[in-house]
């Protein structure tokens, strides 16, 4: 048993450095300018629903982002998100959230989303203080200037570790994360994005927590240089009631 955790830890340390690695070393197309400043903002509030008649640990969640780009001068993205989070009977740790959003874009066509988050967390894993989350996400995509639907497929890894800043609501975190993007349109059958980030979090009480990191966001497109590269400020605050 001793064995496989020392494996489990290495693995966690590789997977760190890995991520601080796609995080520290910009990608060789920056070389050729083809990157942007961007900022990104939210706002996250998740309810229980137990005293309205709901089953235990079903939770409402809203969430509302703002994001800037062209060197932080446009806002170029606002989401306006609304879902049902609640555990899979059977699967212990597990939840699923199916979610609507509709995302007002400037100057691209809006989108309606649907989207289906399954999701859960190991904690303190291997015996080690790193958390690990992993979250599946299912998205389908009503673009409005498109007559058929798109799908899309992410898969998100983030590990956290807890600090030695104590706040009200317990230590800040340090984490890191990264995400991979299958994408059916507008060709089948692509990797067409990932992000790659870290940052810290800070419980200032039991009901909320503020977010501060950094992202670097890497998007297929068509042309000369093939994947646009964008520099992401990252910052939000999460609410739970």
């Not at 235990?56 to 800037?68: A, I, Q, S």
């Not at 706040?167 to 060709?187: H, N, Q, S, V, W």
Request: aromatic share 16%; proline share 5%.
């Amino acid at each position: 048993m001793k064995g496989a955790n020392r494996v489990v830890k290495k693995c966690v340390v590789l997977l760190d450095v890995f991520l601080g690695c796609c995080v520290l070393i910009p990608p060789a197309s920056f070389s050729v300018g083809k990157h942007d400043k961007e900022l990104w903002t939210w706002v996250s509030v998740s309810k229980d629903l137990e005293d309205y008649g709901f089953p235990d640990d079903f939770k409402l969640v809203l969430d509302y982002h703002h994001r800037w780009d062209k060197d932080v001068e446009h806002i170029f993205q606002r989401n306006h998100t609304i879902g049902l989070q609640f555990p899979l009977p059977y699967a212990e740790g597990w939840t699923l959230t199916p979610n609507f959003r509709y995302i007002d874009y400037d100057p691209a066509a809006n989108e309606t989303r649907y989207y289906f988050d399954l999701q859960k967390t190991w904690k303190e894993i291997a015996d080690t203080r790193w958390d690990l989350k992993y979250r599946m996400r299912f998205d389908i995509r009503d673009i409005h200037d498109t007559t058929t639907l798109s799908y899309r497929l992410r898969h998100l890894l983030d590990l956290s570790h807890p600090l030695s800043i104590e706040f009200r609501g317990g230590p800040a975190k340090f984490y890191t994360l990264g995400e991979i993007f299958y994408d059916t349109a507008p060709d089948p059958n692509r990797l067409t994005r990932y992000r790659v980030g870290s940052g810290l979090r800070f419980p200032v009480s039991k009901e909320v927590e503020w977010t501060v990191g950094y992202q670097m966001e890497a998007v297929y497109r068509s042309g000369p240089h093939a994947w646009d590269y964008d520099n992401n400020l990252m910052t939000g605050i999460s609410l739970k009631f």
